[in-house]
């Protein structure tokens, strides 16, 4: 029974050591740490595009997406200045550019949002009613998609449901 015994303890701490020394080799900085979380960078293979035209992305928790989305309602529509670096650039260009952004959000008198709900592990879905300045309401639910980009976080994507 002490042989057994001997060879349990024996096997534990083997895989120990090459989970630790596995764990140096990855950059682990923190040996005693139980917990490594890495973002793998895309590879050339993935969709043939080039690795440093994929920006690094980390995903957020529900809750970190929806107070940025309802931080940046917040700034809408008195301070569309403010708000417009909170659009990645492939957002704010497929949006027709900051003139266009300008204009829309110059004909809105104030924007609610009723709700934001997780959509995916990347989105959030927001409930919204736009006031027009010409005394019109818009309802619209509007998907949009959150990410730390290069150490900034972005609304990286978005569009009607």
Same mark, same amino acid.
């Given at each position: 029974?002490?042989?057994?015994?001997?060879?349990?303890?024996?096997?534990?701490?083997?895989?120990?050591?090459?989970?630790?020394?596995?764990?140096?080799? &990855?950059?682990?900085?923190?040996? /005693? #740490?139980? +917990?490594?979380? !890495? =973002?793998?960078?895309p590879t050339q293979r993935d969709n043939d595009v080039p690795r440093d035209a994929v920006p690094a992305a980390r995903s957020l928790a529900f809750t970190d997406m929806r107070a940025f989305v309802e931080s940046y309602y917040a700034l809408l529509p008195s301070a569309p200045e403010q708000?417009?670096?909170?659009?990645?650039?492939?957002?704010?260009?497929?949006?027709?550019?900051?003139?266009?952004?300008? &204009?829309?959000?110059?004909?809105? /008198? #104030?924007? +609610?949002?009723? !709700? =934001?709900?997780?959509?995916?592990?990347?989105?959030?879905?927001?409930?919204?009613?736009?006031?027009?300045r010409d005394g019109t309401t818009q309802d619209e639910i509007r998907w949009l998609e959150v990410h730390d980009v290069d150490g900034q976080r972005l609304i990286t994507d978005s569009a009607v449901s």
């Amino acid at each position: 029974m002490a042989v057994i015994g001997g060879a349990v303890v024996l096997a534990i701490a083997g895989a120990i050591s090459i989970a630790w020394v596995l764990g140096l080799r &990855q950059g682990t900085q923190n040996p /005693a #740490s139980t +917990t490594t979380v !890495s =973002v793998a960078a895309p590879t050339q293979r993935d969709n043939d595009v080039p690795r440093d035209a994929v920006p690094a992305a980390r995903s957020l928790a529900f809750t970190d997406m929806r107070a940025f989305v309802e931080s940046y309602y917040a700034l809408l529509p008195s301070a569309p200045e403010q708000a417009w670096p909170m659009l990645a650039g492939s957002l704010q260009a497929k949006g027709g550019g900051f003139s266009e952004y300008l &204009q829309w959000w110059g004909s809105v /008198a #104030s924007v +609610t949002v009723r !709700s =934001v709900q997780p959509r995916d592990a990347t989105s959030v879905s927001a409930d919204l009613e736009y006031s027009r300045r010409d005394g019109t309401t818009q309802d619209e639910i509007r998907w949009l998609e959150v990410h730390d980009v290069d150490g900034q976080r972005l609304i990286t994507d978005s569009a009607v449901s």
